[in-house]
């Protein structure tokens, strides 16, 4: 049984910073592609972070140098911190394999990040 569940969300000025923390069971997340994804009201989600089991990491250009990803292989979590904060920021956030089929059924509840004054 695989389980992601999603932590760190809150309401925060713009400007602010986040982190966000994914704890994940049923899959060892430094053996695969992990990413961060979101989804705004009234939009798809979206791919914003990506690291490797080597390590490397790839942002969507709209968080490029304010987000970083990152791995916690002892505790089997992958992290997101979230520093600038916009308003188009603003959406939940889930964490979850990337291009595997077979995980495509498991999905977090996500967590909620509201970007405003």
């Known amino acids: 049984q695989v389980q992601l569940v999603e932590s760190g969300g809150d309401l925060v000025q713009p400007g602010g910073s986040l982190r966000l923390s994914c704890a994940a069971s049923?899959?060892?997340?430094?053996?695969?592609?992990m990413g961060w994804y979101r989804q705004a009201p009234g939009k798809e989600r979206e791919l914003v972070a990506a690291?490797?089991?080597?390590?490397?990491?790839t942002y969507v250009d709209s968080v490029k140098d304010r987000f970083t990803i990152s791995r916690d292989n002892a505790k089997n979590t992958v992290d997101l911190q979230m520093n600038s904060l916009k308003p188009e920021d603003t959406a939940v956030y889930y964490c979850?394999?990337?291009?595997?089929?077979?995980?495509?059924?498991?999905w977090g509840q996500g967590t909620q990040v509201t970007v405003s004054s």
């Open positions: 979850h394999p990337i291009g595997i089929s077979r995980y495509d059924r498991y």
């Open positions: 690291i490797t089991p080597g390590g490397a990491t």
């Open positions: 049923g899959v060892i997340v430094s053996a695969i592609n």
